[in-house]
């Protein structure tokens, strides 16, 4: 993962060098933003941030609109730091588009493992690619189409659907999903997941019916004939 650049967005001086400090070590090239604004000019200067960690509390730009400017332009994978441990707030982070949350105080040795994580799935190529009842998913370009015609998913919304497609026919359990998708030990409400088939369904048009409700447990994802 040499070389990756990781932006990383706080108005805190000490906090972004002592993330800096732990992905520099790792190998990453390591851009610093201290407020809303300045994350916004330097991810559409760059063109090539592999990985924004964003605080949500900063000056001139907060942390969401940071997120809701660059979702209308990009999937790039998102972090978001946040002093704040309120469900609605982790739960308004996905709703935008947020494929990780941590609360501060937080470990940066686990933020480091979280981002080499993230970074590891999005670069996954095995297997590359996989046409599955009419759905045809390249793991390598991060697309996904429909009978041919492109759909445009977040990336949270990529991984789940990857990971329904990699495990056809098998009932899986919120927790499985939490632990398999988001790779960590998750701690909020399995609405999360929810929240997140819905738009996968929605965005999959008549398609979106293989991923089928398992009452009590979770979901299965089936073809059907």
Same mark, same amino acid.
Request: glycine letters at 6%; aromatic letters at 10%; one cysteine or more.
């Given at each position: 993962?040499?070389? +990756?650049? %990781? +932006? %990383? ?6 906090? =972004?060098?002592?993330?800096?400090? *732990? ?23 760059? @063109?090539?941030?592999?990985? #924004? ?25 998102? /972090? ?13 982070? *996905? ?8 609360? @501060? ?8 493992? =979280?981002?080499?994580?993230?970074? &590891? &799935? ?12 009419? #759905? ?14 492109? /759909? ?5 919304? *990529? ?5 329904? /497609? ?7 359990? &919120? ?11 998750? *701690? ?18 008549? @398609? ?5 409700? /398992?009452?009590? #447990?979770?979901? @299965? ?5």
């Amino acid at each position: 993962m040499d070389s +990756l650049k %990781v +932006l %990383v967005v706080d108005d805190e001086a000490r906090m =972004r060098k002592l993330v800096r400090d *732990f992905l520099t070590v790792k190998g990453f090239q390591v851009l610093e933003a201290e407020d809303g604004e300045k994350a916004v000019e330097l991810f559409f200067q760059q @063109k090539d941030i592999a990985l #924004i960690i964003l605080d949500v509390m900063m000056p001139r730009m907060d942390g969401w609109e940071v997120c809701r400017t660059i979702r209308e332009y990009s999937q790039v994978p998102i /972090i978001m730091l946040t002093a704040r441990g309120e469900e609605r707030d982790e739960l308004q982070g *996905f709703k935008l588009g947020v494929d990780e949350y941590i609360s @501060k105080p937080f470990s940066p040795k686990i933020l480091v493992a =979280r981002v080499e994580a993230i970074l &590891r &799935r999005a670069k996954a190529a095995v297997p590359e690619k996989s046409d599955v009842g009419g #759905i045809q998913v390249d793991k390598v370009a991060h697309t996904v189409a429909i009978d041919g015609n492109p /759909i445009e998913l977040s990336y949270k919304e *990529f991984e789940l659907l990857s990971y329904f /497609i990699d495990n056809q026919g098998i009932a899986l359990s &919120r927790e499985k999903i939490l632990n398999n998708v988001w790779n960590y030990d998750y *701690f909020g409400d399995a609405r999360t997941i929810d929240t997140h088939v819905k738009k996968l369904r929605s965005k999959m048009g008549a @398609k979106g019916e293989y991923i089928h409700t /398992i009452w009590g #447990i979770g979901y @299965k994802f089936e073809v059907s004939e």
